[in-house]
């Protein structure tokens, strides 16, 4: 069995208001990863993945490019205790 592992990933740059989170949703249920995205007040993005680590490492390293339309100046990447989640939501 493929340990569980979890990241929490901030975005920042031009990340809202282009598709970043539903293209997050779509990138992370092709990957097989669990977790929630959302938009925050300050303008970035957070996001919760958990699952296989290159699974997850997969759809993190999607994150520093993003959407088409998304300009990401830097990503943020800690570890973090998975929460037994199952699917993804955008929140």
Same mark, same amino acid.
């Given at each position: 069995?493929?340990?569980t592992v ?7 740059g031009?990340v @809202? ?7 997050c949703r779509r990138?992370? @249920?092709h990957? /097989?990863? *669990?977790?929630?995205v959302f938009? *925050?007040s300050?303008?970035?993005?957070? =996001?919760?993945?958990? /699952? %296989? *680590?290159?699974a997850?490492?997969?759809v993190v =390293?999607?994150?520093? @490019?993003? %959407?088409s339309h =998304?300009?990401?100046d ?7 205790r %998975? *929460? /037994?989640?199952?699917?993804?939501e955008v929140?």
């Amino acid at each position: 069995m493929t340990e569980t592992v979890a990241r929490h990933v901030v975005v920042h740059g031009r990340v @809202q208001g282009v598709f970043y989170r539903d293209s997050c949703r779509r990138e992370a @249920q092709h990957a /097989g990863v *669990a977790g929630w995205v959302f938009n *925050a007040s300050d303008g970035t993005v957070h =996001a919760h993945l958990e /699952g %296989p *680590a290159d699974a997850v490492d997969r759809v993190v =390293a999607w994150t520093r @490019q993003g %959407p088409s339309h =998304a300009h990401v100046d830097h990503v943020e990447v800690r570890d973090t205790r %998975p *929460a /037994g989640l199952t699917g993804f939501e955008v929140r």
